[in-house]
């Protein structure tokens, strides 16, 4: 029986960014079943200036992850210093901008994503922040900045968001089990892969007795 972890997320969401070390342990748990990531879209592409007041929510939400989920970073002059935007479509570009011209640059994408953004107060809303992203991961530069807005990832942008009406998925990050043909919401835990992966193994071992 074929297994499908989706993992649904946005590269610019911050509770995806205090989840990434869990969701590597649970990658690396996994064993026979596949992962696949989705991302979701946080905010449409936008010119204009973030509004003081959600740049105060926000700020405020970096707090509570650090008290939630200890030793996740930020680094805070991002609001001192950059020009923010509430825009993450362009950061959701680039990574499948990126997996197009091969599979392996995908997570090493959404890690330059994350890093640029929460720890060198980086805008991955600029284009030309992901450009340079992308060539300190081996992109072919040329090509990632042609295809960044051509109508090719647009339509498979449109095809992820698409795959997240689908699962269901309201929020990010987010969990899903394609076991057989049923879809099983699977807890996030930021703190522990385990309860993930028991919960994940729990489900495979249910559907491997019902066809036994």
Known sequence: ????????????????????????????????????????????????PMPADMQAMLQGNWQRIQQTVPGTEFNYDFWKTGKPR?????????????????????????????????????????????IALAADIGCDVDQFAAQLDSAEIEEALQKEFMLVRQLGVRGFPSLVLLAGDELHGIQVDYNSAITSLDMINVITDQKLNQRA
């Open 86 to 130: 509430r825009s993450t479509y362009p950061s959701c570009r680039a990574v499948l901008c990126a997996a197009a011209q091969n599979p392996e640059f995908e997570e090493p994408m959404i890690t330059a994503i994350q890093h640029a953004y929460y720890l060198h107060a980086k805008n991955p809303s600029d284009k030309d922040v992901l």
């Open 1 to 48: 029986m074929k297994t499908t972890l989706f993992h649904i997320h946005d590269p610019m969401c911050s509770w995806c960014w205090a989840f990434k070390p869990t969701w590597e342990k649970i990658r690396a748990g996994l064993g026979d079943t596949v992962h696949q990531n989705v991302v979701g879209g946080l905010a449409p592409d936008s010119s204009e």
